[in-house]
């Protein structure tokens, strides 16, 4: 009966080791895996971090980017609105130039004809007495 206890005791206690060597090990293999999650976890934190930084980096570069071309569309609008005066200014005085042409070509034409006329008809010259 001894020996049936013993041998007992000692299956028991072999199960007893194999059970602690599994747990042993479950225990390491936890414990890898937790240091392969604060690593991950610390990589992921440091990928957040940088994207942050970069996305806020860009964030400001577009915000002068934009401000830029605010202010070069402002500037070009100005210009153009110069420009259009200008260009209204010399239609105005060429339209000017134009209309004074063509009435100097008018009185030419008649200072023409009346010459053509007087050359053809002489009249005497008689003074107009009052």
Do not use: C, W
Not at 14 to 36: G, H, P, T, Y
Not at 42 to 66: I, N
């Amino acid at each position: 009966m001894l020996d049936e206890k013993e041998a007992a005791y000692k299956a028991r206690n072999a199960l007893l080791q194999e059970k602690e060597n599994r747990l042993s090990q479950q225990s390491v293999q936890a414990e890898q895996e937790k240091a392969k999650l604060s690593s991950l976890q610390l990589a992921v934190e440091t990928m957040s971090e940088r994207a942050s930084q970069s996305f806020g980096e860009e964030k400001l570069r577009l915000q002068r980017e934009h401000a830029r071309l605010e202010q070069m569309q402002r500037s070009l609008e100005s210009e153009r609105a110069v420009m259009q005066e200008s260009v209204t200014a010399e239609a105005r005085k060429l339209e000017d130039m134009r209309l004074q042409r063509e009435h100097e070509h008018a009185a030419f034409v008649e200072e023409v004809l009346i010459l053509a006329e007087y050359t053809l008809n002489p009249k005497p010259f008689v003074e107009e007495v009052p």
